[in-house]
């Protein structure tokens, strides 16, 4: 059920501290914490603390706590130094979704290309 922990997401998990993470930020409603595999030299991901399959499914539930997860993307942005980032929201295994706890990806450090293949 959307909201509701996920005994088999593993971002649940991390939230809920059964897997380790380096956290680099922290809200009520939001955690945020380097990528395991780093696509840039800053690769953060900023997720809500509760579930949901992706960020349109976010929206319509909880809109207040997607804003959330844009505003902290801004936040790890700002307290990694970026002048320039992108932040990214993939959207079904098509996109490159991998796991379904809807996230944010912040990524920075090198130049990113357009249109990101």
Partial sequence: M???PQDDCLFC???AGKI???VVRETDTTLAFRDINPQAPTHVLVIPKVHHPDAASLAAAEPAILADVVREA????AEEKLDSYRTVFNTG???GQT???AHAHVL?????QWPPG
């Fill in 20 to 22: 380790p993470a380096t």
């Fill in 74 to 77: 801004g936040e790890v942005a």
């Fill in 13 to 15: 998990k991390i939230v």
């Fill in 93 to 95: 295994s098509g996109a």
């Fill in 2 to 4: 959307a909201g509701e």
């Fill in 99 to 101: 796991v379904f706890h």
């Fill in 108 to 112: 920075g450090g090198r130049g990113l």
